[in-house]
């Protein structure tokens, strides 16, 4: 019982074909040394540190989860109150941030 060996091989493929190939790993592979190099040069020393650590890429796309001066912003906004005609200034009242969203 014979096998028939109808799959492609790069050895019987022709010339033009070996090269298409061959430009195509060579081109997937400088595209991964220059993603490295990406991600060394826009990210190494983040933390104040030389050298690239996972904790410089982690701090970068991950952020700082102590917050920022943004959501402090916006806390304050969604907290603070409005003072309403017949409310009393000690009592809380209804938040701002109904006014900010009018549906």
């Known amino acids: 019982m014979t096998v028939s060996d109808d799959r492609k091989r790069l050895q019987n493929a022709e010339f033009v074909e070996e090269l298409l190939y061959t430009a195509f790993l060579l081109l997937r592979g400088v595209g991964y040394v220059m993603a490295l190099n990406y991600l060394y040069l826009g990210h190494q020393g983040h933390d104040g540190k030389q050298g690239l650590l996972v904790l410089d890429i982690a701090e970068t796309y991950y952020g700082n989860r102590n917050g920022i001066q943004l959501e402090a912003a916006i806390s304050i906004a969604r907290n ?17 941030s109904h006014a900010c969203y009018p549906f």
């Open 80 to 96: 603070a109150t409005t003072s309403w005609p017949g409310s009393s200034p000690g009592r809380r009242t209804k938040p701002l």
